[in-house]
């Protein structure tokens, strides 16, 4: 499980999102300020690439990537349920906590005790099994994509493809200087427009989800939320 946790966030350099799922009760959404206000419009007649998959024109494409760039540029704090699933069909559930840039948190329900944490400078893995913790500079991970101050849909990454397929707007991200890498395809509700999942395919084929409910953005976060502190020791170890 460690491998897979670890795939999603550092398996290829430069790419990465985070998206957020729930259970229970209806979800509960704030929009970020400076969002786009304009609905996305709804692809035309094109070639279905397979049933249900409907491409979008290149026109509509840019504009929904446009619109994509807009709302993570305006994303700056956010707290969500999540679901992770793994390659090989394991599902772990929790709490994700975002602040923007930089920090992040993903917390396990019970009875995990596993958790991953983004101080600003490095991203650690705590595998409550071993008692260890691993760590990587963010600069390295999955997680740069999000926790960057500027988000760009362009540069270092480009977009491969734009569809609408189960229910969702999926945007399809690859290393713009290495293809092989693996990639990223984030999938947006149309109303309101808004990240809903994400999916890692690693470059030996390998997928991971995350999907996302309950999101609330634009929240108030403890601070302390984003710094690592080994369980194993006593209490106001930091960062060790």
Do not use: H
Not at 34 to 62: E, H, N, R
Not at 170 to 195: N, Y
Request: proline share 5%.
């Amino acid at each position: 499980m460690k491998t897979r946790i670890l795939t999603v966030l550092t398996g290829v350099a430069l790419l990465g999102a985070v998206a957020f799922i729930g259970t229970g009760a209806a979800a509960q959404t704030a929009a970020p300020t400076d969002m786009p206000a304009t609905a996305v419009t709804a692809p035309q007649a094109v070639p279905a690439l397979a049933p249900g998959v409907i491409a979008y024109s290149p026109d509509q494409a840019a504009a929904v990537t446009a619109q994509a760039e807009q709302w993570l540029q305006a994303l700056k704090t956010a707290r969500a349920r999540f679901l992770l699933t793994a390659g090989n069909g394991t599902q772990l559930i929790g709490t994700f906590y975002l602040n923007r840039p930089g920090r992040l948190r993903f917390d396990y329900d019970d009875p995990v005790k596993d958790f991953v944490v983004a101080d600003g400078v490095f991203i650690y893995f705590y595998d409550a099994n071993l008692g260890e913790q691993s760590n990587a500079p963010i600069g390295q991970t999955l997680a740069d994509f999000l926790l960057r101050s500027d988000i760009r849909l362009s540069g270092d990454v480009k977009v491969d493809s734009v569809v609408e397929s189960g229910g969702l707007i999926q945007i399809k991200l690859s290393q713009s200087a290495d293809a092989g890498a693996g990639s990223l395809t984030l999938g947006f509700t149309r109303e309101p427009f808004q990240l809903k999942k994400w999916r890692v395919v690693d470059p030996q084929g390998s997928v991971s989800e995350v999907e996302l409910f309950q999101m609330q953005t634009g929240v108030a976060l403890e601070r302390d939320l984003f710094v690592y502190r080994d369980p194993q020791k006593k209490p106001g170890s930091l960062n060790q």
